[in-house]
């Protein structure tokens, strides 16, 4: 019981959600990134990013830089495609990758 109190305490004072107006180089996220680092903590083995639950929902730049991050090669079509075929697109590709 004392371990799942301390956990919510922990889930509740950690954010490492990087808002539009926020670099990622901020004190909050290297704290964060230090702690999932002591804990072992993989976010894929938790979340997939899906068209549904991430890449519909941001932007096409954001998405653009989701795909360079996971090392896919960005195509003319990639670049050309409406947000929810990219979004579509993005899903496909970086689920190939680990």
């Known amino acids: 019981m004392l371990l799942d109190l301390l956990a919510f305490c922990v889930s ?15 004190q909050r996220f290297a704290e ?6 002591a804990i ?9 990013a ?9 932007s096409k730049p954001l998405i653009m830089d989701a795909l360079k991050q996971a090392a896919i ?3 003319p079509a990639m670049e050309k495609a409406k947000k929810s075929e990219l979004a579509t697109i993005a899903e496909r590709e970086v689920g190939k990758t680990k």
């Open 50 to 58: 899906t068209a549904e639950n991430y890449f519909g929902r941001v």
């Open 12 to 26: 509740r004072s950690v954010d490492a959600i990087q808002r539009n107006h926020e670099r990622p180089e901020s």
């Open 40 to 48: 072992g903590l993989n976010m894929n083995d938790w979340f997939k």
């Open 73 to 75: 090669e960005i195509t």
């Open 32 to 37: 964060a990134e230090k702690l999932a680092s």
